[in-house]
């Protein structure tokens, strides 16, 4: 399924910013940039609504637990809202919201009293319950408080557009649709959808020019009565969630220490990873996480991958899913695209053109299957995605040819020779005729994926025999030298790392959250990290700069420096805390030996979940933390989101440091031995397709408690 917002100009990763000119992906034809589309009036916030989700199915509530039919309320399933408005009145009254929170990723519990004409007193006499569940079921109870026997009328008034979510989002929805009565509840269709709702026990009385049914109900004193409502589109049976078949993709890890927000936060990550999992509609047996919702509740491709890969802990199926889905969309034939994993473009914030996700992925995809055959995915899985994982590689090599850095075309570009001249880009990012005209521009993280991808690629391709893994080490060497000497930017403070670098040497020298990927290297054998671009001196000093205020909001790690010209604290790449950053940064920094800038971020991204119910949205704005406060919300962030439900996961495992080699039949543990959140007690993951289950003490000691039988302490 997926839940575009068409012609509304948004991208794809950050809905909330209007597309720029875009650029074709390299190496193909140059084009004119398409103007960009208008954009609609507003996007309606999704911060304050509680959604659950059961992909391909969704239901949008805000607090008030009414289904009013405005902004993005009501039942959804495969991308159509089925019901709009749900509306309870009881005695002819609207009952007054108290409540409202989630039971679980796909349920939410509604509460509202009600005080009867009779009562004499401010206490009201009649509570009404409504659960809500993704599926689209429904169940309204009311209980009665009173000592005496209740009559009540119930009244529940529906209505329905059967809109698209992207018309929904786009402000587009249309009119409700006439309604006609059917069996025991009601009826629309459209052109293009039908949909029923049908009420147990059946109601009294329904009128279809209202869409109203309604009932008379006796309460006993003390007593409940209830009725379901169960939403459809019409002809089909109850939804099928992919996460409900018969056996789960994830394990259901548990985390249990001092820190009480860390079981919390473990179970909402899987419980939310599970529920945002889709079936590949043509081999039903492969799984992959979508984005997020209720924006993004389709497969995009980064995205997916970087979330399979944070949540190998909890097994290697949802790693082998993603894979084989994103293998059978590789680009074949001749041409320099050849191997490409495809991906929409992706804006890249203030000072950066847009650039290519279909890039990331791509590079993505060997390391995942790497480290997913560290974790144990079976030979054969492996077998079976080599070839698409050297395709990848050697789109890489192709891509590089005689030079050293990966870098984005952008139209009307021209390739000026080598040079080592390194002028900074004016104050606030690429000049005019930099975006205008185009130019090959080199990203820093781009870099750090791609020798990632090239060191544990070589990895794999030796292990099973493979050519080609001679060359890709050689690259990489000659990539760690040029990147040392070229994309470096001295200052006063000790320098940073380019954000990026022009084919003529200048540096685009923001600080951004990105620069988190260069301490992310990748897993090889023996629990031994690859190297990576900067040395011991520059990682020191990037870890510095992570861990000051600048990049620190107190809630997690900033998408942009709060110092950099045209920060914006709701910026989704201009400022604002994206979980997935934070997390690749706390764990990269753990690695590198750098506990205590690593532990600041990890604490504030702990409070930051405890805020948010333990749910966290991908992104929030980046705002400095204060006491008392709590982080902002973005009004636009997807809540779920696949990346930061994975995070969690990531972030938590990095503190016992977990480093398998299943082919080697050992697993090495790297613990931050300052145990920033005192005793941590990890059970029910998933090493080598068993349990695996570790405990780190209050000392930073970290011992082993279950283990898949063979299963070797590395050293």
């Known amino acids: 399924m997926s839940l575009p917002v068409p012609s509304s100009g948004f991208d794809r990763e950050g809905p909330q910013r209007a597309v720029r000119a875009r650029s074709p992906l390299p190496g193909g034809p140059a084009r004119t940039p398409a103007p960009v589309p208008r954009r609609p009036a507003e996007l309606p916030p999704a911060h304050a609504v509680l959604t659950c989700v059961a992909l391909p199915a969704l239901a949008i509530s805000t607090d008030q637990g009414q289904l009013t039919g405005r902004g993005l309320e009501g039942f959804y399933r495969a991308g159509r809202r089925t019901l709009s408005r749900c509306e309870v009145r009881v005695a002819g009254r609207e009952p007054v919201a108290v409540q409202a929170r989630m039971l679980s990723a796909d349920s939410a519990r509604f509460v509202a009293t009600l005080r009867l004409p009779t009562d004499s007193g401010p206490d009201p006499e009649v509570v009404v319950e409504r659960i809500r569940y993704a599926d689209g079921t429904e169940r309204i109870t009311l209980h009665s408080a009173s000592g005496r026997p209740l009559r009540l009328p119930v009244e529940i008034s529906l209505g329905t557009d059967l809109a698209e979510v ?24 459209s052109a293009t959808a039908h949909c029923v709702v049908t009420a147990n026990p059946p109601p009294h009385d329904a009128m279809a020019s209202a869409g109203l049914l309604r009932w008379e109900m006796d309460l006993p004193p003390g007593g409940s009565r209830s009725v379901e409502l169960r939403v459809r589109p019409d002809g089909a049976g109850p ?13 259901g890890a548990r985390a249990v220490g001092d820190d009480p927000r860390v079981r919390p936060l473990l179970d909402r990550s899987v419980e939310d990873l599970q529920a945002l999992l889709l079936r590949d ?37 949802l790693a082998a899913g993603t894979l084989r889905t994103l293998a059978r969309s590789q680009l074949a034939g001749p041409g320099r695209r050849s191997g490409m994993i495809p991906g929409p473009l992706r804006d890249a914030g203030p000072h950066l053109p847009p650039g290519c996700t279909g890039t990331e992925a791509t590079l993505l995809f060997p390391v995942v299957l790497a480290e997913a055959w560290r974790w144990g995915l079976p030979a054969q ?36 020779g080598p040079t080592n001249q390194t002028r900074p880009v004016p104050q606030g990012g690429l000049a005019p005729h930099d975006t205008a005209t185009g130019g090959s521009l080199a990203r820093s993280e781009i870099q750090a994926h791609a020798h990632r991808a090239a060191l544990l690629g070589a990895d794999l391709l030796d292990a099973h025999g493979r050519a080609d893994a001679a060359g890709l080490r050689q690259w990489a060497a000659r990539l760690r030298t040029a990147f040392g000497e070229e994309f470096w930017v001295d200052d006063r403070a000790g320098g940073r790392p380019a954000a990026a670098r022009l084919a003529d040497g200048r540096h685009v020298s923001h600080l951004s959250g990105g620069a988190a990927h260069l301490l992310d290297t990748g897993l090889l054998g023996s629990g031994v990290l690859a190297p990576g671009l900067l040395g011991k001196v520059r990682t020191e000093q990037l870890a510095r700069l992570l861990g000051g205020p600048a990049m620190d909001s107190g809630w997690g790690l900033r998408s942009l420096g709060a110092k950099e010209p045209m920060y914006n604290p709701f910026g989704h790449r201009g400022g604002a805390v994206r979980v997935q950053e934070t997390a690749v940064a706390v764990a990269g920094l753990v690695a590198a030996g750098y506990e205590k800038e690593a ?35 973005h009004p636009a962030a997807c809540r779920p989101a696949a990346t930061a439900a994975a995070a969690g996961v990531h972030v938590l495992v990095a503190l016992a440091g977990i480093r398998p080699d299943v082919p080697s039949g050992t697993v090495t543990l790297s613990p931050v031995r300052s145990a920033p959140l005192g005793e941590l007690g990890l059970s029910a993951l998933n090493v080598a397709g068993a349990p695996f289950s570790v405990r780190l003490s209050r000392l930073g000691l970290a011992m082993v408690e279950e283990a898949a039988d063979g299963l070797q302490l590395g050293v």
């Open 166 to 189: 992207g018309a929904v989002a786009a402000g587009r929805a249309g009119p409700e649709l006439p309604a006609s009565v059917y069996d025991s509840g009601m009826r629309w269709a």
């Open 239 to 251: 939804v099928r969630a992919a996460s409900h078949g018969g056996t789960r993709s994830l394990a």
């Open 281 to 317: 509609t043509e081999h039903p047996a492969d799984m992959y996480p979508a984005a997020g919702a209720p924006w993004r509740c389709g497969l995009a491709p980064a995205e997916a991958l970087a979330a399979a890969r944070m949540a190998l802990p909890l097994g290697t199926r």
């Open 381 to 416: 899985e492996v077998e079976e995605l080599l070839p698409a994982a050297e395709r990848c590689l050697r789109w890489l090599r192709t891509t590089v040819g005689d030079g050293v850095y990966l870098s984005d075309i952008h139209p009307g570009a021209h390739q000026p």
């Open 599 to 633: 532990s600041s971020l990890l604490r504030g991204m702990l409070s930051a979940a405890e805020s948010f119910g333990h749910r966290l949205p991908e992104m929030y704005a980046g705002e400095q933390r204060t006491e008392g406060g709590t982080p902002v919300p």
